[in-house]
């Protein structure tokens, strides 16, 4: 199986921190793998490295053949990677339908001139962004609250809307940053099962972090644990 993401040896320094330390994994394209590891052992930061929020100190990382060195978030993000965040990231104000909506953007390809005349084009591109938005409401549930403000969610369901609009962008690897974290435990199951559909029905490449270790070892295919920016395990759940 060809490997979707690689880091070769990468290493991310703040001054005489080092947040990560020569830090190499392979994540196979469909996998669903765990990066673990105690508060402060670069998890983040490594999914900023990523991301292109850090540009690596030393090292390399690549998407297939791709290098993700010196790219923009932006840029990443075109190519295909999408993520969430430790902290619900949604905007509060907007309907759950349109919050899911803006995601879409980065598929369209009519320009502002477009957005302000409003041809035929525009209104069809319109049409099939929300069509494509309710299609993803309706397959995890959240048909009943697309038109409610965002903010007024549960907070499992918060955390859904923000997954979902992550899929949105249509991904080749999706990035979850600690999902569980504030969920109660009928949240947590119903997380857990939230992205055993993801899996089952997009075949997604997942990279997740996460310290609720039950949900980890009941997922996850492979784990990476970090410690201190080093990595001091990795196989699959029974070994580690």
Not at 206 to 212: P, S
């Amino acid at each position: 199986m060809s490997a979707l993401l690689t880091l070769d040896h990468c290493t991310l320094r703040f001054g005489g921190l080092t947040a990560v330390s020569e830090l190499s994994f392979a994540l196979p394209e469909g996998q669903l793998m765990g990066l673990i590891g105690p508060n402060g052992a670069g998890k983040t930061s490594v999914f900023n490295l990523i991301t292109g929020v850090y540009a690596p100190t030393a090292g390399s990382l690549r998407l297939g053949n791709d290098s993700l060195a010196g790219l923009k978030p932006w840029q990443i993000a075109r190519l295909g990677v999408s993520r969430t965040f430790q902290n619900i990231r949604l905007f509060p104000s907007l309907s759950v339908a349109d919050n899911v909506r803006v995601a879409f953007n980065r598929h369209l390809t009519h320009r502002a001139g477009a957005a302000l005349l409003r041809p035929p084009s525009f209104r069809r591109a319109e049409q099939e962004v929300t069509t494509q938005t309710m299609e993803l409401l309706e397959i995890f549930g959240l048909t009943r609250v697309a038109d409610e403000p965002a903010r007024s969610l549960p907070y499992g369901s918060q955390r859904c809307v923000e997954i979902v609009r992550a899929l949105a962008t249509r991904p080749r690897l999706l990035l979850l940053d600690e999902p569980a974290a504030g969920m109660n435990p009928t949240e947590k199951i119903n997380l857990t099962n939230l992205i055993a559909r993801i899996r089952e029905r997009f075949g997604i490449t997942i990279l997740l972090v996460e310290h609720d270790m039950p949900l980890v070892m009941r997922i996850c295919e492979h784990i990476v644990v970090l410690d201190h920016g080093v990595k001091i395990a990795e196989g699959p759940p029974e070994a580690v």
